[in-house]
């Protein structure tokens, strides 16, 4: 038997196996126990919840051979028909791909006749919102006044764009998100069921990728285990999905909380060689800003399951629960703000600094931002203004982009200089950064102000040069080659991953994506792709995504080739290698070939 994917072969059949939706469950449980039955079911909640699923259920439920019934028998033969897909009088309609009103007339000529076989004749419309405004009117007539052995099932995603006279006549149910700990706690029972080894913490990294889709969570899950070889671990996880480390965020609040500008921009500067999801970051430090408080708040609600508890347990005590909030809202406007920011990175950056910059004024008094050591003779310590620029003459090697970059933030970093200390520390600042940029640049600008002449058109050079490189001609390009450039993360790249390109011309680019992965498609992820490529080469590229047989290697395929490759040429250098040899022989020893991993890691499918 071919391997069946886990969201089709753990789909619920009945409505004691669905959980998460009891709400629902319950009213539909009572009608048909007390046969109230209405003609017209709206589930509406966002998708992979299991809107399909349970109206396949209830179509179930509705036609079953024992009577209609809240338990199905999943015997007889309309039970079977429906769970295999060929009940003739179940009626499953996509509207996405049928939304003209001759389909509509079509489908619905049909409905005055009785049921072929079974008590009801069950149209199921997926995406009902789809259909046209005609096609609702052409339905609309069926829906005021339907004939006793037909049942409308009606499934979609955006209620809102239903009509309000199809609306009224629909008993409407709306699911609910799958929180992560939901999706957890089925993850672990469907492992466990399918013998396969993981580490929690690997889990709630999928349950929060799936964004509150099951189905999602399911088949990033299949995926991992392919991925991890038939574990889940939080290593292979991680890289599979292009997450970032939880260390780096308790880093960076730990430089917040220390009001350590340096530190910061220092770290940011060196996570941003690895392309994070900037605005991904900043949702992670603040869902580590609300455990914090949960921590300081209700200790007991916490849980070990991230993994992080005795360093949640160090920031709570390091941090006065007002300022928490305060961090937090300040993150909340930051997160909302970034899309105005000159780019995803400063605009990060910037959030943080203003946490450092906008703690309260008694706390200021008594921790001077710049100031190390808690003795009071100590006087000012070093700026972050003269140690980005002393970086900077460090790393001389590095690439002139870097400098441009180092050198802007001194520009953002400068309002940060304490009120207090503001004429003496200014005095002191624009001193070093002459002297730097004299000695930098070797130029003989003797004056304070030809300093700051200077540093300001550096400034501005930085801030256009790199936009002017960054924009790429991709006609032409292999995906293999775009999709790196494109900085996707999470089901995106796992989505972009799994395609080959079937036509890149200048405007529009369309991909093929492996039908092995179909149940990834949607069209946010188009729209993300098309952002990205928008951002790449300047200009809007139109995306389209068909789902079909890949038979070129897709950048997923070919990571997973070299990985191959790699761990072949290990093990080949371990089997050469002269002093593994002698120990073998002359110890009887036996080479572990399990335990041979190449050294070179990050790679990401
Ligand atoms: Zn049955």
Redesign the pocket.
């Known amino acids: 038997m071919s391997y069946q994917v886990l969201a089709r072969k753990y789909r619920p059949a009945t409505f004691q196996e669905l959980e998460g939706q009891e709400h629902v469950l319950q009213a539909l449980v009572n009608a048909l126990e007390q046969n109230r039955l209405h003609h017209a079911y709206l589930f509406a909640g966002t998708r992979g919840v299991g809107k399909t699923t349970i109206a396949r259920i209830l179509a179930?439920c509705l036609?079953?051979?024992?009577g209609v019934t809240a338990i199905?028998?999943?015997?007889?033969a309309?039970?079977v028909e429906i769970a295999e897909g060929r009940s003739v009088d179940l009626i499953e309609v996509d509207a996405a791909s049928r939304t003209g009103v001759d389909d509509m007339r079509e489908l619905l000529e049909n409905v005055q006749y009785m049921p072929t076989v079974s008590r009801f004749k069950v149209y199921l419309i997926d995406e009902v919102h789809m259909l046209s405004r005609n096609s609702f009117n052409a339905m609309l007539k069926t829906l005021e006044e339907p004939p006793e052995h037909v049942k409308f099932l009606f499934a979609t995603t955006d209620p809102k764009k239903l009509p309000i006279t199809v609306l009224s006549r629909c008993l409407q149910f709306n699911l609910k998100n799958m929180s992560p700990e939901h999706v957890v706690n089925c993850l672990t029972s469907v492992l466990e069921k399918e013998g396969i080894t993981f580490e929690e913490s690997a889990l709630w990294q999928l349950g929060r990728a799936a964004d509150g889709s099951m189905r999602d969570a399911l088949s990033l899950t299949d995926q991992a285990i392919s991925y991890g070889e038939n574990a889940v671990t939080e290593a292979s996880v991680k890289s599979m999905l292009g997450t970032l480390d939880q260390q780096d965020v308790y880093g960076l609040l730990d430089a917040v909380i220390a009001k350590d500008a340096n530190r910061v921009l220092t770290q940011v500067l060196s996570m941003a060689e690895f392309a994070p999801d900037f605005a991904a970051l900043l949702d992670e430090f603040l869902a580590v800003l609300h455990r914090v408080q949960i921590t300081q708040l209700a200790r007991d609600a916490i849980d070990n399951s991230h993994g992080d508890k005795e360093l949640l347990l160090a920031v709570a005590s390091s941090i006065s629960r007002e300022d928490v909030q305060l961090l937090y809202q300040i993150g909340i406007n930051g997160q909302r703000d970034l899309p105005y920011a000159p780019d995803d990175r400063s605009g990060f950056e910037m959030t943080l600094l203003r946490m450092i910059a906008f703690t309260p004024l008694e706390i200021v008094e008594t921790s001077p931002p710049y100031e190390e050591g808690g003795d009071g003779s100590g006087g000012i310590s070093e700026s972050p203004i003269s140690q980005i620029l002393s970086q900077l003459s460090d790393n001389q090697s590095k690439s002139t982009e870097r400098k441009a970059r180092s050198v802007a933030k001194v520009a953002e970093a400068k309002p940060l200089a304490k009120p207090e200390v503001k004429s003496k520390h200014e005095q002191r600042t624009d001193e070093e950064t002459k002297a730097k940029i004299e000695t930098k640049k070797e130029s003989d600008t003797s004056s304070s102000e030809g300093a700051r002449v200077d540093s300001t058109r550096e400034v501005q050079e930085a801030e256009q040069a790199p936009k002017a490189t960054e924009v790429l001609d991709i006609n032409g390009m292999a995906w293999n080659e775009i999709l790196p450039r494109l900085k996707l993360a999470g089901v995106t790249q796992t989505l972009a991953a799994n395609c080959t390109l079937a036509e890149n011309t200048a405007q529009c680019l369309k991909l093929l994506l492996n039908e092995q992965h179909a149940s990834l498609w949607n069209k946010t992820h188009e729209d993300r792709i098309a952002r990205a490529l928008g951002t790449l080469t300047g200009y809007d590229v139109q995306v389209e995504i068909e789902i079909g047989l890949v038979e070129d290697e897709t950048p997923a395929q070919l990571a997973e080739r070299q990985r191959g490759q790699r761990q072949a040429h290990a093990e080949d250098l371990m089997k050469k290698d002269a002093v593994i040899q002698t120990l073998i022989e002359n110890f009887n020893g036996k080479l572990d070939q399990d335990s041979i991993t190449p050294i070179q890691s990050g790679d990401r499918s």
């Open positions: 179930k036609n079953c051979e024992t199905p028998c999943g015997e007889c309309s039970c």
